[in-house]
């Protein structure tokens, strides 16, 4: 870990990051909605729902970047100014992904969080750009990474300029096909060794299945995450991308309460 400077923990205080109410470093962050932004209806119903049940911040992808050319690629402008009324509804800051450097300073016009998705974990370009801008940076691990090459990535944000980067650990790849990744819960009790940065957990992209999303939730609060990122729609069974790893606001609700009433009880017994 000899290249890892602006990120290592050492004698830094740990990083504490504002959006709008909400707060990622302290207590839990909860961040939900759709895997893509489909239509206004879907979006801001979905929004209204994750508002309700408690989440502190709202997902929703404008741009796809997608295994296959001819899978639904996202919205785009259109999806922004979508998301961007969600938050007029609502209230909860927005957390969308940006794949093109070329996209990233209008983006941020509409993005209160930045997210860095796990296939352009490594493309130092995009890194390079976002991390000129005053916007925070939700930095998800690459399928195939390790923590030390995780690290390296953020250091490049950190280097341009930019302190607040949020680290995603969303599953790796392994031999194991029952769940669509492999949680590596150990990297969160690892970066707080190592790092002053905050550390979030996908439990949806990590299962890909919506019976595993609240154990693995509270698993995430268990081993001292600052919160979760995870995919809501008003309608799973609609939705036109990740419907299989997708809860429905009612499940949504009940996650929610769990992950909460545990993570107070961790801090009562402290």
Known sequence: MNGIKLTALKEKERTVIYVGDAVIGEGFCVIAGPCSVENEKQTIE????????GADMMRG????????????????LKGLKILKKAKEETGLPIVTEVIDTRDVPWVCEYADV????A???QNFSLLKEVGKMQKPVLLKRGMNSTIEEWLNCAEYILDGGNSDVILCERGIRTFENYTRNTLDISAVPSLKELTHLPVIIDPSH?????????????????AGADGIIVEVHINPSEAVCDKE???SPKQFAEMVKKTRNLHKFMADSE
């Open 46 to 53: 979905t929004a209204r729902a994750v508002k309700e049940a």
């Open 114 to 117: 930045l997210q860095i998705g």
């Open 206 to 222: 990590a299962s890909g299945r919506v019976s595993l999303i609240s154990p693995l939730s509270l698993a995430a609060v268990a």
């Open 119 to 121: 296939r352009n974990m």
């Open 61 to 76: 992808g404008a741009f796809k970047p997608r295994t296959s050319p001819y899978a639904f690629q996202g919205l785009g």
């Open 245 to 247: 790893q997708t809860l």
